[in-house]
């Protein structure tokens, strides 16, 4: 078994201002000479943590976390200021933040690292400026598309966690969208609808995102302040369709050719089902898909840690 490399402290961190009212929170760790990496979290509004750095050899990676708008340790966050938060905040925004974060680093080319909403922006960043990408690893794949929603959201993993469905559709009105029903109560004026909606969003993930109940791998998502930024920067995206084309991610896939990428997929996973990384893989001239028998969605299951470092322990100069 591939362990987590040791714990390391940033050496560099600092606010970006972006504009729009907006300041993401940056650092970066590892060598400062090494091989240049960022890590691209999840959510949309997971944040990040220092358990992200250590998939990667801090003797011979860069390491670069950033809070994403509306995320983490950015501000305005979406726990203090609400909807302030969600201002000139959408796909294209997080990307042009990367260049500014990208220049302001003075790094010519970067490696992408990303799992679940991490890889929606990975994609999203590198079809758009291939020139600045080395190699890309991915997790969990999830693209945006409205299948990829009616999946997760509308009923269809619903037939695995029944029991977790049953939790979360009941504040859903009969006849209304569940994203529609969520987005509208997760901006209700009375803070008990709205804590409420983020809860059972919140929830509802959790539940489906071990192949085996994992209360460690669960247990942030029980947390209120996670649940709140978690599920209203989610609803902000998936109500808008993640500002993208349907398909646009798989369809411009071939812009990665040159690129190489390494793609870890849990067989088992309920939250994002193993078709997109299948489709993603064979659209995308360079890229090695690994599925692996025994995950689901999370990070902690078996062979998912393993895999990713193998990876990027495969890109190391």
């Known amino acids: 078994m591939r362990n987590l490399y040791p714990p390391v402290e940033p050496h560099d961190q600092g606010m970006l201002d972006v504009g729009d009212?907006?300041?993401?929170?940056?650092?970066?760790?590892?060598?400062?000479?090494?091989?240049p990496v960022v890590f691209l979290h999840g959510g949309p509004g997971g944040g990040t943590a220092p358990l992200h750095r250590r998939m990667f050899d801090p003797a011979a990676y860069r390491i670069v976390l950033v809070d994403q708008r509306g995320s983490?340790?950015?501000?305005?966050?979406?726990?203090?200021?609400?909807?302030?938060?969600l201002v000139a905040n959408t796909t294209w925004h997080l990307v042009s933040d990367l260049e500014r974060l990208r220049e302001l680093l003075g790094i010519e080319r970067w490696q992408l690292f990303g799992g679940?909403?991490?890889?929606?922006?990975?994609?999203?960043?590198?079809?758009?400026?291939?020139?600045?990408?080395?190699?890309?690893?991915?997790?969990g794949v999830f693209l945006l598309r409205a299948a990829e929603l009616d999946w997760m959201y509308r009923g269809g993993a619903g037939h695995l966690f029944p029991e977790a469905w049953a939790e979360f559709s009941a504040l859903v009105p009969d006849g209304e969208d569940p994203l529609a029903a969520y987005h509208r109560q997760l901006g209700d004026r009375s803070a008990v609808v709205s804590a409420r909606a983020a809860a059972a969003w919140s929830l509802?993930?959790?539940?489906?995102?071990?192949?085996v109940p994992n209360r460690a791998a669960s247990a942030i998502y029980a947390d209120p302040a996670f649940a709140v930024a978690f599920a209203r920067i989610a609803l902000h995206y998936f109500t808008h369709h993640g500002w993208l084309a349907e398909d646009q991610l798989l369809r411009d896939a071939g812009k990665l050719a040159g690129i190489p990428g390494r793609i870890v997929?849990?067989?088992?996973?309920?939250?994002?089902?193993?078709?997109?990384a299948w489709e993603?893989?064979?659209?995308?001239?360079?890229?090695e898909l690994r599925v692996l028998p025994?995950?689901?969605?999370s990070v902690a299951d078996p062979g998912v840690l393993e895999a990713l470092i193998e990876a990027t322990d495969e890109f190391r100069p």
């Open 116 to 139: 679940s909403w991490g890889a929606t922006l990975a994609m999203a960043y590198a079809q758009t400026h291939p020139e600045r990408v080395t190699e890309i690893v991915l997790r």
């Open 72 to 85: 983490g340790r950015s501000t305005p966050s979406v726990v203090v200021a609400g909807d302030e938060a």
């Open 21 to 35: 009212g907006h300041r993401v929170y940056w650092e970066v760790s590892g060598n400062p000479a090494g091989k």
């Open 294 to 297: 025994q995950a689901g969605h």
């Open 204 to 211: 509802w993930e959790g539940a489906a995102v071990s192949l």
């Open 265 to 276: 997929q849990g067989r088992y996973d309920a939250v994002c089902p193993p078709v997109t």
């Open 280 to 287: 993603l893989h064979r659209a995308w001239p360079g890229s």
